[in-house]
């Protein structure tokens, strides 16, 4: 196939005058080094992560649109604050997306490049918002056959935090996980592995339709947070699964600190003897997210064995060694279609993903929306 020598790419720009600039630059399409393969990329999600990349701390309420409809722009006014947290992007042009899939163009001399040409593939290693991607074939894998760029967009973020979960929980050696906003993408893929491997999971929602959709995958214990009798349906949960590890999405405002509160209200229910100091039961809630940037509110009641800290899925890969990154992402390939399959709200193009209403929609992040790039089309 005749492939040209450059190809369009979404960039993001913060000015040090506290301008956020979206647009679409023209880049060349690299030339592979021996294990280097070059896609081209079919499909590629918008994720929460892509998203704190691409628009940062902007005020979007701020966004205004110029350009062209083939080759659009977005700026935005970032507020001093953000401004100073991303002091070490200030004039940097930056390439976006995480993870995507696609069509393996031109491959590098050795034979594990040269296998996979021709291929569709995914990958992470970031710019994926980009018509031709290139990256090391450790950083790529084949998908089955018959799967789709589409299918295989998702392979990366999602499905290996939700494994990480659990890998984490065992690590640790917790008997089960409470997880926030978890009629997510990810949190229904959690479900899943957790009903597959039989692990104690109590779900946190916001909304009865949020409930209704776990219900329907299997989901045994799922808590309303807006629920006036929340806590006390937390601690039964709670109780009920002997869960000690929480993974929330949200960040801000006062749930992590709740699920502290409820996990050694749970522990102390068990207590036979009363302690000023608590149970002593460890608990452990992770912050992976930061759907709700306010700050987050840790009261009293939690013990003194209480842990909050953040997240992130890179540094417990690098952590878990070959061997459970093998594992983990052998499961993802062969559930695909399954466990890990993802749903999307629209498919867009380039452009399109610069286009403000469309902006608009997938930064709002609600549940059940998930844009997916398609920078072929």
């Known amino acids: 196939m005749s492939i ?10 913060v000015t040090a005058e506290g301008k956020l600039e979206l647009s679409l630059a023209e880049v060349a399409v690299p030339e ?45 006014d970032v507020p001093p604050p953000s401004l100073r947290a991303m002091a070490a992007r200030l004039g940097q042009s930056m390439p976006v997306g995480n993870e995507g899939a696609g069509l393996v163009v031109k491959a590098g001399s050795s034979p594990a490049a040269q296998a ?15 018509q031709y991607r290139m990256l090391n074939v450790a950083q790529v894998m084949e998908l089955p056959a018959g799967a789709t ?30 997880h926030t906003a978890a009629a997510s993408n990810l949190g229904q893929m959690l479900v899943k592995i957790c009903k597959a491997d039989g692990v104690p999971l109590v779900n946190i929602v916001r909304k009865k339709e949020q409930a209704d959709i776990l219900k329907g995958i299997g ?24 869960a000690t590890l929480g993974f929330d999405a949200i960040g ?18 068990k207590m036979k003897e009363y302690s000023r100091y608590g149970s002593g039961q460890e608990t452990q809630v992770y912050i992976y997210g930061r759907l709700d940037m306010s700050p987050t509110l840790v009261p009293p009641g939690v013990g003194f064995a209480w842990n ?46 610069l286009d403000l209403d469309t902006l608009h929609a997938y930064n709002a992040k609600a549940t059940g929306t998930k844009y997916l790039i398609n920078p072929a089309k």
Not at 36 to 54: R, W
Not at 224 to 233: A, G, H, I, K, V
């Open 4 to 13: 040209p020598e450059t190809g369009l790419q979404i960039r993001s720009l």
């Open 32 to 76: 592979p080094g021996p294990d280097d393969v070059v896609i081209q990329v079919e499909a590629t999600p918008i994720n929460p992560s892509d998203l704190g990349l691409l628009v940062g701390g902007a005020d979007m309420s701020t966004a205004k649109a110029s350009g062209t409809k083939e080759r659009p722009v977005i700026t935005a």
């Open 116 to 130: 996979l040409l021709g291929k569709r593939v995914t990958g992470l290693g970031g710019e994926m918002y980009s």
């Open 149 to 178: 760029s589409r299918d295989g967009a998702s392979c990366f973020v999602n499905p290996l935090t939700a494994l990480s979960f659990v890998e984490t929980m065992k690590m640790q050696g917790r008997g089960g996980i409470v």
């Open 219 to 242: 989901a045994t214990h799922i808590v309303d947070s807006t629920s006036p009798t929340f806590m006390e349906d937390l601690i039964t949960a709670l109780m009920e699964t002997g």
């Open 252 to 269: 801000g405002g006062p749930l992590a600190g709740q699920l502290l509160i409820a996990m050694e209200a749970a522990a102390s229910r």
């Open 308 to 353: 909050l800290s953040g997240y992130l899925l890179t540094p417990f890969l690098q952590k878990a060694g070959p061997e459970v990154r093998a594992r983990m992402r052998q499961r993802v390939m062969d559930e695909l279609t399954t466990t890990f399959a993802s749903h999307y709200t629209a498919e867009i193009s380039l452009a399109e993903a």
